[in-house]
């Protein structure tokens, strides 16, 4: 029992069990359902925050892109619900029935070939997953080998944000344009808009959130989550350590991305939407916020920040839309400059010395074989600086 | 180039750096089991002799062979896996792990993406850090966070790091550089105990250590070699005398 107990005080495991708590009990228990969607909503950008934990926190890589992937995957799965929603008998108004009703405006009179797919379930969800994965690796793969990095890095990935919202809102006719698609109703037949519908949407969210800050934990917990701290900190040591530092960046890139589409296909069945709004530079700056907000090196505490940031900013921008903006980029700057590990790295350094006194105990007598990076989580803040120095120089050598 | 039985032969070896040759011409042999020492003056472009074999810059000619492979266009790791250590001239460990993490990261096991996520830390690897641990005197220290280490002690580490890949070319720049009088000590006789079984180069200043340790001497001098051999003939000699004393 006392070996549990100081298990799950070491893999953070408790930490998990509460915001678990929270969102699967707690929130459903207090919230009527309009605020619990709009929960739901928001915990869809806790999967892009969990994977900039692990992508930034972790790896030590600034992604100014995530919205992309964020996109995709909405994209993917709205582009089932839409052909299911776009059946001949509900489109036969229109001069071609059976295509999705914005192809028919723009006088397209055949489905693409590469829509074809999303006719069936099983492949969309499987193209949700994997499209993203594969673009990033290609992007993530051509950077990192050429030893691109850092600030270079960050700048590219808001490159590729900027290219795909041009191109999805240019490409009105195969992607709904700059309205997006719309009008999403069921899911194999099953009204996604119901009470019940939403209830279960809103627990298979939450359930997945906690699956993927589990995963993301067990990968911290591995030789490979020790490796991306040590990448960050001391990349050339590691790479004379025999290993191809690259690809360990291309691993947290891609499963940054994976996270991310997750976060959107679930995002497009619960709001009933998707839209290029979700994945130019803006939302993928907000969707970095909400990590840093949270904590970067905290996977809970960036599910935490989402909320938080996504609650402020409803409120405010009922209040004072005008000021909103404003106030969320004083928010970055504050967070970075006062407080660099965010929200979980104000609780490691103020409230949890108030009671970690017992707690220190059986840390100590811990076995040093299974050790986890702990010391790092709650230690000194990291400097941002010290990864981009270092890819600076491996591309003059 | 021949073949040789050398463990590592650097020939005809060049490096310029916008027209300015780090590196120039130079050619050099270490024999298996050697210990051999670089010494020279700043800028006489020992590191960069370093960064050249370890891949760390690449070369604008000339060849590195390690056991007759190939070295000049071979991916960092991919050196290191053919089993050339380094130790930088600063400490360069992981501050933030501890002294058993720091050893275990370095265990030549998982070094692939899926292999890293799969990798245990089985009683094997358990015993080979605190073998390596006991080899350089941290042995005690294996849950002490490597930041808190004294310079002397994160020098050790690194190279500690270096012998959990069991490598079969060592190089160590400047591994004595902040060490006390006992610290020097204790490293020499460390080198003199890792020498046994594999080649390796140390870059160093201290004369007293050099004598101490080196098989062998290599001069450099802007870029070429000045003089080698053993210590006495190396400091007797006038081009060295005048490379050190002169100017």
Not at chain 1, 44 to 60: I, K, N, P, R, S
């Amino acid at each position: 029992m006392n070996a549990l107990k100081i298990w799950i005080g070491k893999s953070g495991l408790g930490s998990v069990l509460i915001l678990a708590l929270i969102i699967l009990v707690v929130f459903p228990l207090t919230m009527d359902l309009f605020r619990l969607n709009l929960v739901g909503k928001y915990l869809t950008y806790g999967f892009v925050a969990v994977g900039l934990v692990m992508l930034w926190g972790y790896g030590g890589v600034l992604s100014l892109g995530q919205g992309v992937f964020f996109g995709l995957g909405g994209y993917m799965m709205a582009m089932f619900m839409k052909l299911e929603a776009s059946d001949p008998v509900t489109t036969k108004i229109q001069s071609t029935p059976g295509i999705p009703d914005f192809m028919d405006w723009n006088q397209i009179t055949e489905l693409p070939f590469w829509w074809e797919p999303f006719r069936h379930l099983p492949l969309a969800l499987i193209a949700v997953l994997l499209v993203p994965t594969l673009l990033a690796f290609i992007i993530s793969y051509a950077m990192f080998k050429r030893r691109v990095g850092g600030v270079y890095f960050a700048i590219i990935t808001q490159a590729v944000a900027l290219i795909m919202t041009v191109l999805i809102i240019g490409q009105q006719g195969y992607t709904g344009g700059v309205n997006g698609i719309t009008d999403l109703k069921t899911m194999l037949g099953w009204d996604t808009r119901e009470d019940t519908a939403k209830y279960i949407l809103y627990f298979v969210n939450g359930g997945l959130l906690i699956g993927a800050i589990l995963l993301c934990r067990w990968i911290q917990m591995s030789k490979l989550g020790t490796l991306l701290l040590a990448m960050r900190d001391k990349e050339d040591r590691v790479r004379f350590s025999g290993y191809d530092v690259s690809m360990f960046k291309v691993f947290a890139f891609c499963l940054a991305a994976m996270l991310s589409a997750i976060g959107g296909a679930m995002f497009t069945l619960q709001v009933g939407f998707m839209s290029p709004s979700f994945v130019g530079i803006v939302p993928s700056i907000e969707m970095v916020i909400f990590a840093a907000v949270g904590g970067r090196m905290s996977l809970v505490g960036a599910v935490y920040g989402t909320l938080l940031v996504n609650f402020g900013k409803t409120y405010f921008s009922e209040s004072f839309p005008d000021l909103w903006l404003f106030l969320m980029a004083a928010l970055f700057i504050g967070v970075v400059l006062a407080f660099p590990n965010g929200l979980a790295g104000l609780y490691e350094s103020h409230v949890k010395p108030l009671f970690g006194r017992r707690k220190a105990k059986p840390e100590t007598t811990a076995a040093p074989g299974d050790g986890t990076p702990h010391t790092s989580t709650g230690g000194k803040p990291l400097s941002r600086g010290a990864p981009i120095s270092g890819d600076v120089q491996g591309q003059s050598a | 180039m021949s073949n040789t039985d050398f463990v590592l032969a650097v020939e005809d070896l060049t490096v310029s750096f916008d027209g300015f040759k780090a590196i120039d011409a130079l050619t050099l042999y270490v024999d298996r089991g050697e210990l051999r020492v670089i010494i020279g003056p700043n800028g006489a472009g020992k590191t960069t002799l370093l960064d050249l074999i370890c891949g760390k810059t690449r070369a604008s000619a000339g060849s590195i062979k390690f056991k007759n492979v190939e070295m000049t266009k071979l991916q960092e790791h991919k050196i290191v896996r053919a089993g050339i250590g380094r130790k930088f001239q600063t400490p360069s460990i992981y501050e933030n792990l501890s002294v058993f993490k720091n050893l275990e990261v370095s265990f030549p096991r998982g070094r692939s993406v899926f292999g890293a996520l799969g990798f245990r830390c089985t009683d094997e690897v358990r015993e080979r850090v605190q073998s390596v641990a006991d080899e350089i005197g941290l042995g005690d220290a294996l849950d002490v966070e490597a930041g808190l280490l004294s310079h002397g002690q994160k020098q050790w580490l690194e190279i500690g790091m270096l012998l959990m890949q069991e490598p079969e070319l060592l190089m160590l720049d400047e591994p004595i550089a902040g060490m006390s009088v006992r610290e020097r000590e204790l490293t020499a006789e460390l080198l003199a105990r890792i020498c046994k079984g594999r080649s390796v180069i140390v870059i160093e200043h201290d004369m007293d250590f050099v004598k101490r340790i080196a098989h062998k001497v290599t001069v450099m001098h802007q870029g070429k070699i000045l003089a080698e051999g053993s210590m006495d003939k190396v400091q007797n000699d006038p081009k060295v005398i005048d490379v050190y004393l002169g100017h």
